[in-house]
């Protein structure tokens, strides 16, 4: 059990102590607002933008001392691992090894984290408008008026608009123009990092987190001179591009079952659904975040994410998710379950359902808790979001964005992984020079041989391929889906990492893996170096392969996407690694639980833009990984989602 000791800490949250408790009602100005992307939001709303970066420089200001500050509200997630609003501690769940609140391969992941980004929006909203009213004459008028209607913005870190990359560069900025009531100013931005307000070894567990004056991003170094590394954000998330458009796309048709959709809980999940909202999730924080020689970027460790900007921009998406995966799904629900692992003020295995408490969210002044069925409908707290409408409606628009002609028209080339026409979009981040699809330590350009042709090769319909394969003629390239499914422990490690998925090799320089040119996906694992390394709690995630397969299919390497053609080249090209976040690479058959799987399922698509994709049964495909380091090993059922189950915490 760890103990925190925080005399630094005990003015800062006296208020939690007090008897009135803060009520969570969203933000209440008589309509109801919408959360827009934070690039229509920047392009199509200027006076909201500025206001947005305007309210969030306050909100970051506020003093530790409240409850609403961004300083307490960020430590609700992780560390600093104190009381909030008077929610004391479960010393059980401490002596498991909890540190904050959050709940994680827990079927209250979705609800927990509806609730925490309400009372961040709120608080950030007071201070929009303690800003707005700051202005006088008629831009006072202006801002006031822009202020009404205004939500938190959301980044969808799958898409990428025409005149900007795929990671919104608003966020990757380090300074940007605002108007203020003095006149136009370039300062600090925001979104881009928080300056701690409160540093000391026992808030933040030490080096070399108590060395980083301000949130990092791939830190170059372990020190105080670290700085973020923005194009590794860029090119990391680029390289997912295609695995992250299928995997929401997945778990938007083939997971209505609440338990399978939540979280990343390997006993929950199944051969047709071994992704989540969770795990997808999870994999966001970890490219976010990165890490290596300079140390883990605070996105990437569960304890310190909170802290970072973009992890309610991100949390605001994952919401819009379970919105979204709401209407299609309107009976979708929290049964009874078990809560998972230990937090703050939950004992490990604790059984939830509709009724039980999202500690420590306050409905009112009174400390009454907000319930798993009180946060169902985004209305509760007077927001909706712009792609929201009926179940048809709705199905379009995972369709556009997600779907397989979405996902697939184009290889994954440049202009999937974030530089569309090989020129720097519009919006410029200052100080940067023209983007780079490679590490700068040596990633190269070239694709292993024979798995994908050089750039501009092509094999006209029905003549042979360097392989021997003859493209046909016709083929239908979706009415197969496939999926690398993979299994492990969430805290096998000791803090977060993350599994690999190549055609072809394993690169030699494990500081490319990210952006390797045979990239197929990845699937990041979120832990905590705060978390004791334990075995007992198996996590599930899965990496799509539907897409790469595709664009084999296109350059001659396989007959047909039909399992007899994919099962021999899957065995013979697909391989897989794990990194730390720390950069250290574990042999596959040294990582706790690792098992890795390939899925196999028929799909007929959707009739039309608001229709529907019907799936069939899923199949594991044994024999690709049976035998191989960290696959399927003998013993191991054809279903082995049936036996993760968690273990005994006690």
Request: hydrophobic fraction near 35%; proline fraction near 6%.
């Given at each position: 059990?760890?103990?925190?000791?925080?005399?630094?800490?005990?003015?800062?949250?006296?208020?939690?102590?007090?008897?009135?408790?803060?009520?969570?009602?969203?933000?209440?100005?008589?309509?109801?607002?919408?959360?827009?992307?934070?690039?229509?939001?920047?392009?199509?709303?200027?006076?909201?933008?500025?206001?947005?970066?305007?309210?969030?420089?306050?909100?970051?200001?506020?003093?530790?001392?409240?409850?609403?500050?961004?300083?307490?509200?960020?430590?609700?997630?992780?560390?600093?691992?104190?009381?909030?609003?008077?929610?004391?501690?479960?010393?059980?769940?401490?002596?498991?090894?909890?540190?904050?609140?959050?709940?994680?391969?827990?079927?209250?992941?979705?609800?927990?984290?509806?609730?925490?980004?309400?009372?961040?929006?709120?608080?950030?909203?007071?201070?929009?408008?303690?800003?707005?009213?700051?202005?006088?004459?008629?831009?006072?008028?202006?801002?006031?008026?822009?202020?009404?209607?205004?939500?938190?913005?959301?980044?969808?870190?799958?898409?990428?608009?025409?005149?900007?990359?795929?990671?919104?560069?608003?966020?990757?900025?380090?300074?940007?123009?605002?108007?203020?009531?003095?006149?136009?100013?370039?300062?600090?931005?925001?979104?881009?990092?928080?300056?701690?307000?409160?540093?000391?070894?026992?808030?933040?567990?030490?080096?070399?987190?108590?060395?980083?004056?301000?949130?990092?991003?791939?830190?170059?170094?372990?020190?105080?001179?670290?700085?973020?590394?923005?194009?590794?954000?860029?090119?990391?998330?680029?390289?997912?591009?295609?695995?992250?458009?299928?995997?929401?796309?997945?778990?938007?048709?083939?997971?209505?079952?609440?338990?399978?959709?939540?979280?990343?809980?390997?006993?929950?999940?199944?051969?047709?659904?071994?992704?989540?909202?969770?795990?997808?999730?999870?994999?966001?924080?970890?490219?976010?975040?990165?890490?290596?020689?300079?140390?883990?970027?605070?996105?990437?460790?569960?304890?310190?994410?909170?802290?970072?900007?973009?992890?309610?921009?991100?949390?605001?998406?994952?919401?819009?998710?379970?919105?979204?995966?709401?209407?299609?799904?309107?009976?979708?629900?929290?049964?009874?379950?078990?809560?998972?692992?230990?937090?703050?003020?939950?004992?490990?295995?604790?059984?939830?359902?509709?009724?039980?408490?999202?500690?420590?969210?306050?409905?009112?002044?009174?400390?009454?808790?907000?319930?798993?069925?009180?946060?169902?409908?985004?209305?509760?707290?007077?927001?909706?979001?712009?792609?929201?409408?009926?179940?048809?409606?709705?199905?379009?628009?995972?369709?556009?964005?997600?779907?397989?002609?979405?996902?697939?028209?184009?290889?994954?080339?440049?202009?999937?992984?974030?530089?569309?026409?090989?020129?720097?979009?519009?919006?410029?981040?200052?100080?940067?020079?023209?983007?780079?699809?490679?590490?700068?330590?040596?990633?190269?350009?070239?694709?292993?041989?024979?798995?994908?042709?050089?750039?501009?090769?092509?094999?006209?319909?029905?003549?042979?391929?360097?392989?021997?394969?003859?493209?046909?003629?016709?083929?239908?390239?979706?009415?197969?889906?496939?999926?690398?499914?993979?299994?492990?422990?969430?805290?096998?490690?000791?803090?977060?990492?993350?599994?690999?998925?190549?055609?072809?090799?394993?690169?030699?320089?494990s500081s490319t893996w990210f952006v390797a040119p045979n990239l197929v996906g990845s699937q990041g694992i979120l832990g905590a170096t705060s978390m004791p390394k334990r075995n007992g709690?198996?996590?599930?995630?899965?990496?799509?392969?539907?897409?790469?397969?595709?664009?084999?299919?296109?350059?001659?390497?396989?007959?047909?996407?039909?399992?007899?053609?994919?099962?021999?080249?899957?065995?013979?090209?697909?391989?897989?690694?794990?990194?730390?976040?720390?950069?250290?690479?574990?042999?596959?058959?040294?990582?706790?639980?690792?098992?890795?799987?390939?899925?196999?399922?028929?799909?007929?698509?959707?009739?039309?833009?608001?229709?529907?994709?019907?799936?069939?049964?899923?199949?594991?495909?044994?024999?690709?990984?049976?035998?191989?380091?960290?696959?399927?090993?003998?013993?191991?059922?054809?279903?082995?989602?049936?036996?993760?189950?968690?273990?005994?915490?006690?």
């Amino acid at each position: 059990m760890r103990t925190i000791a925080l005399f630094s800490l005990a003015t800062a949250f006296l208020a939690s102590t007090a008897t009135a408790t803060v009520a969570i009602t969203g933000v209440q100005d008589g309509t109801t607002g919408i959360r827009r992307e934070i690039r229509d939001l920047q392009q199509n709303h200027p006076n909201q933008w500025n206001l947005y970066l305007l309210g969030m420089q306050d909100f970051q200001k506020t003093a530790t001392s409240s409850p609403s500050s961004f300083f307490q509200i960020s430590g609700i997630h992780g560390l600093p691992s104190v009381a909030y609003d008077g929610v004391q501690a479960n010393q059980q769940a401490l002596s498991q090894g909890a540190v904050g609140y959050c709940p994680h391969s827990s079927p209250l992941f979705p609800v927990w984290h509806r609730a925490y980004v309400a009372l961040y929006e709120q608080s950030w909203y007071a201070s929009v408008l303690k800003v707005a009213n700051s202005f006088t004459g008629a831009d006072k008028a202006t801002y006031v008026a822009a202020a009404k209607g205004m939500r938190l913005p959301y980044w969808e870190w799958a898409h990428k608009p025409a005149n900007d990359w795929v990671t919104a560069s608003a966020l990757i900025n380090p300074t940007v123009s605002v108007h203020t009531p003095s006149g136009q100013q370039t300062i600090a931005n925001p979104i881009y990092s928080y300056k701690m307000q409160v540093l000391n070894q026992a808030d933040t567990e030490g080096a070399p987190w108590n060395e980083w004056p301000n949130t990092l991003r791939y830190p170059t170094t372990n020190n105080a001179a670290a700085k973020s590394d923005e194009m590794d954000i860029v090119n990391g998330i680029g390289a997912n591009l295609a695995n992250l458009r299928s995997s929401i796309y997945n778990v938007m048709y083939k997971c209505p079952n609440w338990l399978e959709f939540a979280d990343d809980s390997a006993s929950s999940s199944s051969a047709g659904c071994s992704t989540s909202l969770e795990s997808i999730h999870d994999n966001i924080h970890n490219i976010v975040g990165g890490g290596g020689a300079g140390g883990i970027g605070h996105m990437t460790d569960l304890s310190h994410a909170g802290f970072d900007p973009i992890f309610f921009l991100h949390h605001t998406n994952v919401d819009r998710l379970f919105a979204l995966w709401q209407v299609m799904n309107p009976n979708g629900w929290l049964g009874t379950a078990s809560s998972g692992p230990p937090t703050y003020s939950l004992e490990a295995g604790h059984t939830v359902n509709g009724i039980s408490y999202l500690r420590p969210f306050h409905k009112d002044t009174q400390g009454t808790f907000w319930t798993v069925n009180g946060v169902r409908s985004i209305s509760t707290f007077h927001y909706t979001y712009v792609d929201m409408g009926n179940k048809a409606q709705v199905s379009a628009n995972i369709n556009s964005l997600y779907g397989p002609a979405g996902s697939s028209a184009s290889k994954r080339s440049i202009s999937e992984r974030g530089d569309s026409d090989g020129s720097s979009p519009s919006s410029t981040i200052k100080g940067l020079s023209h983007m780079s699809l490679h590490h700068k330590s040596g990633g190269s350009s070239t694709t292993p041989a024979g798995i994908f042709p050089p750039a501009g090769a092509a094999y006209p319909s029905g003549t042979a391929s360097p392989t021997g394969i003859s493209k046909p003629s016709n083929s239908s390239m979706n009415t197969h889906d496939y999926s690398c499914n993979i299994v492990t422990e969430r805290m096998g490690l000791g803090g977060s990492y993350t599994v690999y998925v190549f055609f072809g090799a394993v690169p030699s320089d494990s500081s490319t893996w990210f952006v390797a040119p045979n990239l197929v996906g990845s699937q990041g694992i979120l832990g905590a170096t705060s978390m004791p390394k334990r075995n007992g709690w198996l996590v599930a995630g899965a990496v799509s392969l539907t897409t790469a397969l595709q664009d084999a299919y296109k350059a001659g390497h396989l007959r047909s996407l039909a399992k007899s053609d994919v099962t021999p080249y899957l065995k013979e090209h697909m391989n897989w690694s794990v990194k730390t976040a720390a950069g250290q690479v574990v042999p596959n058959n040294e990582v706790p639980g690792l098992a890795v799987s390939v899925a196999s399922t028929n799909v007929m698509p959707a009739l039309s833009s608001g229709g529907t994709p019907s799936y069939g049964q899923a199949e594991i495909v044994n024999q690709i990984t049976h035998g191989k380091a960290g696959g399927l090993q003998e013993g191991m059922p054809h279903d082995f989602w049936s036996v993760c189950k968690p273990i005994s915490t006690s």
